[in-house]
């Protein structure tokens, strides 16, 4: 629309080391599909303080990305059968996915880790759930979410015996609560105050645990209209955009304790 050859978008982060970092663009409906490239916020700073000053800024741009055909893939799913209702299920994932330039160690292994260890760790302590845990490692969240998507559609028969879907997607930092929102917001509100009480159990060992009404996650979005509850845990992220989408999204920047 406004005659533009190619379009170049500042990366993301707060603190950089000269590097771009990734991500998904559409081109929508555009009939002219022009290139497109994330540049490092230092090569945005000079770029934009040198057209500032009236200087002229010619840019060249090689590039090799490009669109491939779609390709299969899948989700992958285990569970922990439940005890007294195993036709409920409560889901609990992270997605496997990951753009190519790093590891995707936060974002998302971290959280794929988190949701298999929920079962890892009611068996070691010999403990049955009464409902069914069942862990979904999600595909294809990065750039169309189709893992999500299909899962949604695939049960769409079970989604109101699904009690809650959980994901974490925002890094492996030291927790800080959950956000939750639901369809039926009187089932929100109660969800809210019994999810304060038990977070309350916590916050002596890891700090402050809150609990609002908000965003939970991408994966588990095509669950919302179906009316299932819906939360995604919250972090002490403020690091988080240095590593995202970046090659510093490596196993070394995940703290263990």
């Known amino acids: 629309e406004k005659g533009a050859i190619a379009c170049l978008v500042r990366s993301?982060?707060?603190?950089?080391?000269?590097?771009?970092?990734?991500?998904?663009?559409?081109?929508?409906d555009a009939k002219v599909k022009i290139p497109a490239a994330a540049i490092s916020t230092e090569d945005a700073d000079?770029?934009?303080?040198?057209?500032?000053?009236?200087?002229?800024?010619?840019?060249?741009?090689?590039?090799e990305a490009k669109t491939l055909p779609d390709a299969e893939s899948a989700n992958v799913v285990g569970e922990l059968r439940g005890s007294t209702w195993p036709d409920e299920v409560v889901v609990i994932g992270g997605h496997i996915d990951s753009w190519d330039v790093g590891h995707g160690a936060h974002d998302d292994a971290g959280g794929c880790v988190i949701a298999m260890e929920v079962i890892n760790v009611?068996?070691?302590?010999n403990m049955i759930p009464k409902r069914t845990i069942r862990v979904v490692l999600w595909t294809n969240e990065e750039n169309g979410l189709r893992g999500g998507i299909a899962y949604a559609k695939d049960h769409a028969d079970e989604m109101g015996k699904h009690v809650v879907a959980i994901e974490s997607d925002a890094g492996v930092f030291r927790p800080t609560g959950f956000s939750l929102e639901c369809m039926d917001k009187q089932r929100e509100t109660i969800a809210v105050g019994q999810m304060r009480d038990i977070m309350g159990l916590f916050s002596s060992s890891v700090g402050e645990m809150t609990v609002r009404v908000?965003?939970?996650?991408?994966?588990?979005?095509?669950?919302?209209?179906?009316?299932?509850?819906?939360?995604?845990?919250r972090v002490e992220g403020s690091r988080y955009f240095d590593y995202h989408h970046s090659p510093a999204d490596t196993l070394d920047k995940v703290k263990p304790e």
Do not use: C, F, W
């Open 214 to 233: 908000g965003g939970s996650g991408a994966d588990i979005s095509p669950m919302k209209d179906a009316g299932v509850m819906l939360m995604g845990q």
């Open 122 to 125: 009611l068996r070691k302590l």
């Open 46 to 63: 000079t770029i934009a303080g040198l057209r500032r000053l009236g200087a002229e800024v010619r840019v060249h741009l090689k590039m």
């Open 12 to 28: 993301v982060t707060a603190n950089s080391l000269q590097t771009p970092h990734t991500g998904a663009m559409r081109y929508g």
